[in-house]
């Protein structure tokens, strides 16, 4: 899965030839494409914001966040190009890890084998799509062609700088869908007030190999990610931080689908859990269960692949276990059913 990215740079920099030191000039932005492999996880621009940065001229480093401003729809920055000869790396987005970078050949001088790259601050399952830069595009005039694999160098040019970003994704992607089944439907309201994605296995860094190449290969060559035995969760929706409801979202028959993303690490898909939590009306509008909470285990769904770049769909059905009367109101205890 393929997310092509064009940032715009620019640099409030004094500096000037006069003073001795090189003028930083601006880097604009080129084009924002998405070209994912598997039909693709949310393409907002919003979604990849802010992006880290490393801009390396020589072994000299230069760091900054790119940001998308929804109200003009453009990304700024505060770094400028000042070098003839740079490259460039990163990850998106800035807020999920802490980042490092080191030339990927010890001792080099630059960065033209590639780059190692440690992440840290992570965690096994999260909200964000994490994504590394593997492939840049430069031109002193605007561009739309979707960089190469591998390449990472520019040499800067007289008149205006442009640039775009190919990135890859380190993480797995699952889309859960969930919805209330038809007959029953007819009988109950269901509102989710909760779900999460919740890991028996913590991920706290991952090393991204990055070897240059002018073949067009890709050159995220090897990630390496640390991890334990801890628990770590993410909390997929929260009722209390959607300002379109008070009382959770309620179920349709068609279903609405959440995004979480995994680290693709050995064993994850035994050490899933989704946790949901939900209070059920009847049709009068009174409720008659609150806060009912349903486990389902991921552990042997033949559908789940924890792979990186690669998304599973998950269909997940609320149906009652059993429904009886009462005196007043219907009493029943749903429960979620969890399938590929």
């Keep these: 899965m393929i997310l092509m990215?064009?940032?715009?740079?620019w640099s409030c920099s004094e500096d000037s030839d006069q003073q001795g030191v090189l003028r930083e000039d601006p880097l604009y932005l080129s084009a924002m494409t998405r070209a994912p492999s598997d039909g693709g996880i949310s393409d907002a621009?919003?979604?990849?914001s802010p992006v880290q940065i490393f801009l390396m001229s020589g072994t000299e480093k230069t760091e900054g966040n790119f940001v998308y401003n929804t109200t003009t729809q453009t990304w700024v920055s505060t770094i400028g190009v000042k070098e003839d000869e740079n490259y460039i790396f990163g990850f998106s987005p800035s807020s999920a890890a802490a980042g490092t970078i080191r030339?990927?050949?010890?001792?080099?001088?630059?960065?033209?084998?590639?780059?190692?790259?440690t992440l840290a601050n992570l965690?096994?399952?999260g909200g964000d799509d994490l994504c590394v830069?593997?492939?840049?595009?430069?031109?002193?005039?605007p561009i739309t062609d979707i960089p190469s694999f591998g390449t990472f160098a520019f040499v800067k040019q007289d008149g205006n700088n442009y640039a775009s970003l190919l990135l890859d994704h380190l993480y797995s992607a699952i889309e859960f869908k969930i919805k209330i089944g038809p007959k029953y439907g007819e009988l109950r309201d269901i509102y989710l007030k909760k779900m999460e994605l919740q890991s028996a296995k913590a991920v706290s860094q991952a090393v991204v190999t990055l070897t240059a190449n002018t073949a067009g290969s890709p050159p995220l060559t090897d990630v390496k990610f640390t991890s334990s035995d801890n628990a770590q969760s993410n909390t997929v929706y929260d009722y209390g931080t959607d300002a379109s409801t008070t009382t959770g979202l309620a179920l349709t028959a068609e279903g609405t689908s959440f995004v979480s993303y995994c680290a693709p690490i050995t064993g994850i898909e035994s050490n899933l859990k989704l946790v949901c939590t939900y209070d059920v009306y009847n049709k009068k509008g009174t409720k008659v269960r609150e806060n009912c909470v349903a486990e389902n285990s991921l552990a042997g769904l033949s559908?789940?692949?924890?792979?990186?770049?690669?998304?599973?769909v998950i269909n997940l059905t609320v149906e009652p276990t059993y429904l009886y009367q009462l005196s007043e109101d219907e009493?029943?205890?749903?429960v979620i059913k969890v399938s590929e």
């Design 331 to 334: 009493l029943d205890n749903p």
């Design 5 to 9: 990215i064009g940032v715009m740079l």
């Design 303 to 312: 559908g789940v692949t924890i792979a990186r770049g690669k998304k599973s």
């Design 133 to 141: 830069v593997v492939g840049v595009k430069y031109s002193n005039t």
């Design 123 to 125: 965690n096994a399952v």
């Design 103 to 117: 030339p990927l050949t010890s001792g080099a001088s630059d960065y033209s084998s590639g780059a190692l790259m």
């Design 45 to 48: 621009k919003e979604d990849h």
